[in-house]
């Protein structure tokens, strides 16, 4: 059973940091694309990094380019996004997103397993 666990969230002042953590247990295939999205309230989710395990390859969204990092520890299962800069309008519960497709990066539905989220609130 495939599961992925986020931890990492909480509340910082603007223009603090946070490294959100995503624990994967289960997942048995060799090259897979992973990544986070987020979601506010009253707003469809949005596709934030994301990376390909094999090559390492990321892609960002333009709103966090230069502020955020996608990275992954391999040895420990392990993706991470390294926040600086952090904005109020970063606010919103953060989902990490497993899956083994093709298509567009940013469509949440090319990913079929998902985290809880994680709460991350940036105060002005």
């Known amino acids: 059973q495939v599961r992925v666990v986020e931890s990492g969230g909480g509340s910082v002042q603007a223009g603090g940091s946070l490294r959100l953590s995503c624990a994967v247990t289960?997942?048995?295939?060799?090259?897979?694309?992973m990544g986070w999205f987020r979601q506010a309230p009253g707003k469809e989710r949005e596709g934030v990094a994301f990376m390909y395990s094999g090559s390492g390859r990321t892609y960002y969204a333009d709103s966090v380019k230069g502020r955020f990092t996608i990275s992954q520890d391999n040895a420990k299962n392990t993706l991470y996004l390294q926040m600086n800069s952090l904005q109020p309008e970063d606010t919103a519960m953060y989902y990490c997103?497993?899956?083994?497709?093709?298509?567009?990066?940013?469509?949440?539905?090319?990913?079929?397993?998902w985290g809880q989220g994680t709460q991350v609130t940036v105060s002005s």
């Open positions: 997103a497993l899956g083994g497709g093709g298509g567009n990066w940013f469509d949440p539905g090319v990913y079929g397993y």
């Open positions: 289960g997942y048995f295939y060799s090259n897979y694309r």
